[in-house]
């Protein structure tokens, strides 16, 4: 059977940056192992798989594949996705007013808002379907620092320290204390992601309008290194109420990803916080859609 499928860059107003997927649409009929083939085939950090919703109340639902398996929640999927559907069922619509779609992932239910306003870049944001939520212990960091090819001492800065969290997905979060540590990780010492388990967030402070910069590394996963990861930003909520928390209100923090590796990306990270408490969170950004085709299956 022909089926369609599209690429886009996600987090990203320009074409060859970001970071990229497949989205496969009228994927009905496949089943689990074809679809990992199929991720596979495309080997791109995830690939989408658009099916008819389970409640048709909903617009459509969704199964994210990394190379190497099956994602309950993904953020530049999810992104990518909502902004790729609006465009494709309601494109008048859409240049007139922003559109709601809820997206079913196995996390549940995700409600997005997707945008595109003339001579600009298709745009979607999502509601965190689940709020972060710490996990087990991280490793220390001598154990982190030798894993990433650093020095202890590389590790950790103002107030923060490693830790786990996850909004769906879990991942180690590992504070670094300057952007040539950053600069300096090796995504290839250490086999983050393996056996399922936890792929690694390593964060530092940004400059020039950049809240935080960030690089994730998840070779058990088949992902050597992710240029944008919407799913880890989600998470950092928690990170920042844990160790930075902001005061009440909304704000917005820009996280950049992928600069390492030519690829550069753009998170935006909303938070709303009610009595010291986050109550909602946000990850929106960018997609352009670069290709278009068919795969026989």
Do not use: K
């Amino acid at each position: 059977m022909r089926r369609a499928y599209c690429l886009l860059d996600v987090f990203t107003e320009t074409p060859l940056a970001g970071n990229p997927l497949a989205v496969v649409l009228d994927a009905d009929g496949l089943d689990d192992a074809r679809m990992q083939a199929i991720a596979g085939e495309f080997n791109l950090p995830e690939t989408v798989f658009v099916f008819a919703p389970r409640d048709s109340v909903n617009t459509a639902a969704l199964r994210i594949f990394t190379p190497g398996r099956e994602l309950p929640f993904a953020g530049h999927p999810t992104v990518g996705a909502a902004a790729l559907v609006a465009h494709l069922r309601a494109p008048q619509m859409l240049t007139a007013q922003d559109l709601r779609l809820v997206l079913e992932e196995r996390v549940g239910d995700v409600v997005c808002v997707a945008r595109h306003r003339r001579g600009q870049a298709l745009a979607a944001s999502f509601t965190l379907p689940r709020l972060p939520q710490e996990g087990g212990a991280a490793p220390s960091a001598e154990e982190i620092a030798a894993r990433l090819g650093l020095a202890p001492a590389d590790i950790g800065f103002g107030g923060h320290r490693p830790a786990v969290y996850g909004a769906g997905v879990d991942f180690v979060f590992a504070p670094l204390a300057s952007a040539d540590a950053l600069a300096s990780a090796d995504p290839d010492v250490g086999h983050w992601g393996a056996n399922n388990g936890p792929a690694i967030y390593c964060y530092t402070p940004g400059d020039e309008g950049v809240d935080y910069r960030a690089r994730m590394f998840a070779s058990g996963w088949g992902i050597r290194e992710d240029p944008a990861t919407g799913s880890a930003a989600a998470a950092f909520a928690g990170i920042v109420m844990r160790f930075a928390p902001p005061g009440d209100g909304e704000r917005t923090l820009v996280i950049a990803q992928g600069v390492e590796m030519g690829r550069p990306s753009r998170i935006a990270l909303s938070l709303a916080v009610e009595r010291g408490a986050l109550s909602a969170a946000t990850i929106g950004g960018s997609a352009v859609l670069v290709a278009e085709g068919t795969i026989d299956l």
